[in-house]
């Protein structure tokens, strides 16, 4: 026999952070390109760098996107189940997060050429904090269904697969901040190493 629980002022709840999760992570990868974007470093090199590590930053972002689409239709066909058995609405997730996120146009400069190098080291921790700051998101979103008071297994269903979806946008997370970060760091050698004194 299964016993089926369901508190919809939970799963209110439960719908409204998810919402407001997605969001952040939206604004997140925003931020991720933006900071890039807009490190003080210009120039031909600077141009062809926000440039690459701009597109780089939105391919993630594209990529997240088709995670986070299949964690949303997993909580949409979960709770659509139970509207439909049980009453009450089912929940529908911002899928779009992550979709949106554009590079910005690069400006060329006037032919300055102009490296800050502090900027440019700042800029690979601070990438990385916009990294956890979204695998934060992830692990809250998959907490928060967990915990919502109900029982059954269209619940079970649901939260294996969002946890299996959550694994995965975790790695594409992981995989991503690897390579923005090393390209990141292979730019910030080359600069401070153009600056060396010869001899």
Do not use: C
């Not at 690459?52 to 299949?70: F, I, N, P």
Request: charged share 25%; net charge positive.
């Amino acid at each position: 026999m299964t016993v089926i629980v369901v508190d919809p002022a939970s799963i209110k709840k439960y719908g409204a952070l998810a919402v407001e999760q997605f969001t952040k992570i939206s604004q997140r990868l925003q931020n991720i390109v933006g900071a890039v974007i807009t490190v003080h470093y210009f120039g031909t090199n600077a141009y062809e760098f926000k440039t690459k590590s701009g597109d780089m930053a939105v391919e993630y972002a594209t990529a997240l996107h088709k995670d986070l689409k299949q964690i949303s239709d997993a909580v949409r066909t979960a709770t659509s189940q139970i509207a439909k058995s049980l009453g009450g609405q089912p929940i529908t997730l911002p899928a779009s997060s992550g979709s949106g996120v554009k590079r910005p146009a690069v400006a060329k400069g006037d032919g300055t050429e102009e490296a800050n190098t502090e900027a440019l080291e700042q800029l690979i921790p601070e990438v990385k904090k916009y990294f956890t700051a979204i695998d934060n998101l992830l692990d809250a979103h998959l907490k928060h269904l967990s915990d919502t008071k109900w029982e059954g297994n269209a619940k079970t269903a649901a939260v294996q697969a969002v946890r299996k979806f959550t694994n995965e946008a975790k790695a594409t997370s992981n995989k991503a901040e690897q390579a923005i970060t090393k390209y990141i760091r292979a730019q910030v050698d080359a600069v401070t190493s153009a600056d060396k004194t010869l001899g």
